[in-house]
T-cell receptor, first 118, second 114 residues
């Protein structure tokens, strides 16, 4: 399967614990995006990478959230000291660079990682 | 904050009927995209329409774009039970760094009753 892969698919944790999600994008895609989605809402942009460079992180929800893409391949999203309000679906997407001139093209999404904080 | 807003929030129709969903946005765009999401799953890209296009078709999907009204519509013809899903429009956002990832609306939840 050559789609976007996310792990784990489900994570239940206690408040105050740290969690990490991994995303493996489509191999030839150099852009990688993280979104968060709560029930009944659309995906909310968090951050994105072009290769290993994090180009936009102003939308990360707090300093408890951090993301890395160390070698320009897979990425991790870490949430430290989780709170109940962090419960959501965390979605990863990838796209090739320069897909459409002057604007972002189609995103390819993974199936998401659902976080439940007790 | 979300750029696009879909209308209606929820829509329930009988199989075979057409479903129309609308999206309004606030700023100028390069393109507008529609995505579909089955419950508990990731999003799947349906169609992209560029700012210089007014209408686009893909199978049973028809998308229109009116940049003067900053609005778009998605029409699904001859709906099927398998079309039951949430549908989102997405436009390019603007951030302090100037980079422009996609910004999604809240979506329309479509139920097609067999």
């Amino acid at each position: 399967d050559t789609g976007v892969s996310q792990n784990p698919r489900h994570k239940i944790t206690k408040r105050g614990q740290n969690v990490t999600f991994r995303c493996d994008p489509i191999s030839e895609h150099n852009r990688l995006y993280w979104y968060r989605q709560t029930l009944g809402q659309g995906p909310e942009f968090l951050t994105y990478f072009q290769n290993e460079a994090q180009l936009e992180k102003s939308r990360l929800l707090s300093d408890r959230f951090s993301a890395e893409r160390p070698k320009g391949s897979f990425s991790t999203l870490e949430i430290q000291r989780t709170e109940q309000g962090d419960s959501a679906m965390y979605l990863c997407a990838s796209s090739p660079k320069g897909q459409t001139r002057g604007g972002t093209g189609e995103l390819f999404f993974g199936e998401g990682s659902r976080l439940t904080v007790l | 904050s979300q750029q696009g807003e879909e209308d209606p929030q929820a829509l329930s129709i009988q199989e075979g009927e057409n479903a129309t969903m609308n999206c309004s946005y606030k700023t100028s765009i390069n393109n507008l995209q529609w995505y579909r999401q089955n419950s508990g799953r990731g999003l799947v890209h349906l169609i992209l329409i560029r700012s210089n296009e007014r209408e686009k078709h893909s199978g049973r999907l028809r998308v229109t774009l009116d940049t003067s009204k900053k609005s778009s519509s998605l029409l699904i013809t001859a709906s099927r039970a398998a079309d039951t899903a949430s549908y989102f429009c997405a436009t390019v956002g603007t951030y302090p760094s100037g980079n422009t990832p996609l910004v999604f609306g809240k979506g329309t939840r479509l139920s097609v009753i067999a």
